[in-house]
């Protein structure tokens, strides 16, 4: 017998609301900023087909069939969709929402179920592990075994995800979380009092950046508190259709972050922050409103947060560069976050700033998109590295580890010179020690 509270043919638990999807009026604005229907020209790969496939498995017209579990995966949630929506339609967080739809009505073989959830609810919610699930990466990396792999040709003979993965590996170092002080004063004369969310990324693969982002909050003149217990914010089980353990993870953020009393929920990780402003949503049923809504007005992306407190720029020193700026998705579309990053970089001492074209068009990353496809992703990447090589600009900033990641490996593949930076370590160079 069919479940009488669920949506047609998707289940009761995470399924999107109906509203969500009548609000499409099918104008077609949105196919232009899709970087999947550009790539393919097919109508169930543009935003518009995915929310009428979603629709019709909620009005029980279609089955959850092949096509929509494949669209599901196949959108990259870049979000560029619901910028150009004139009727508040959210493509994207739909696609999501399905993500967890597939894993509820399809079974995967016991291997592959057992390491999805070994990942996702034992790895991923435990910082230790997380940690240590690097230790060999640094010692391939230490003892110079990388150098050697990468300078034969054996990663030629294993699949292309496997090289590509290993090829973006950055140099890592020890965790910041381990290193990291919980409580970072403010220098000179103190404005405030901000918790600092680390992502897990940033702490594994970018805790120079992050340090970076401590140090210039601090120089800014602000205590920085970084919990020590924080837990990862829950975007990668958004991403795979977990949606319970996200509910977790922001729960426990929730009360950890609230505890601590500060003007500001602080991250340099806009993955982290989107997902963090979602938590609103997530916990509607697990929290109260008023906690809620404090804990959503006090999360910001760190160039927000530095724009709406104001720049100390007296004691910047000049970086005599020329730079261009890519748009996190998560970021710009997410979180409607553009003009705060390019003041911040045209705020620092001797940086000529270059616009490049189609700044916010996704870079083909999108969290594991760029693994499981990792032609369509090469096609999107492409496109921006041209846009990139058209500034002529030095260096290539971001704000996004995800970006950060796959902007670097393109650009070292196609033997461009442009290094690529985090805004916050640029801002960090500029900032006295
Ligand atoms: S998703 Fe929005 S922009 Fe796209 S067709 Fe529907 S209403 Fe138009
Ligand atoms: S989120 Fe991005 S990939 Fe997905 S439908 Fe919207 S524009 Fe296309």
Known sequence: MADPKSLGNFTAQDAPTYESLLQCMRCGFCLPTCPTFALTGRERSSPRGRVALARAVAEAKLPFTE?????????????????????????????????????????????????????????????????????????????????????????????????????????LHTPLRQRIPELNLAKGEKRGRVGFFLGCVMTLMYAEVSRQTVRVLSHQGFDVITPKLQKCCGAPHLTEGDRETTRQLAAHNLDLFLELDVDAIVTDCAGCSAALKEYEEILHERREIDKLAKFRSLVKDVSEFLVEWGLR?????????????????????????????????????????????????????????????????????????????????????????????????????????????????????????
């Open 67 to 171: 096509a929509i579990k494949e669209e599901a995966f196949f959108c990259l949630d870049c979000r560029a969709c619901s910028t150009a929506c004139p009727s508040g339609v959210n493509p994207g967080e739909v696609m999501e929402i399905c993500r967890s739809q597939v894993h509820q009505q399809q079974s995967l073989p016991k291997w592959q179920e057992s390491f999805r959830n070994f990942i996702l609810q034992k790895m991923l919610p435990d910082p230790g592990r997380l940690e240590s699930s690097m230790l060999p990466a640094r010692i391939y990396q230490k003892l110079g075994i990388q150098w050697l792999v990468r300078n034969s040709r054996i990663l030629k003979l294993g699949p292309r995800w496997f090289e590509k993965a290993e090829g973006m590996l950055p140099e």
């Open 313 to 433: 720029t007296e004691q910047l020193q000049p970086v005599n560069r020329s730079v261009t700026y890519h748009d996190p998705c998560h970021l710009c579309h997410a979180q409607g976050i553009s003009k705060q990053p390019r003041e911040l970089l045209k705020a620092i001492p001797g940086v000529e700033f270059r616009e490049m074209n189609e700044s916010s068009w996704c870079c083909g990353s999108a969290a594991t998109f760029s693994l499981k496809f990792t032609a369509e992703s090469q096609n999107i990447l492409d496109r921006k590295l041209n846009n990139v090589q058209n500034t002529g600009a030095d260096i290539l900033i971001t704000a996004n580890p995800g970006c950060h990641l796959q902007l670097a490996w393109g650009l070292r593949e196609a033997g461009m010179p442009q290094p690529v930076m985090h805004l916050m370590e640029l801002l960090g160079q500029a900032t006295p020690e």
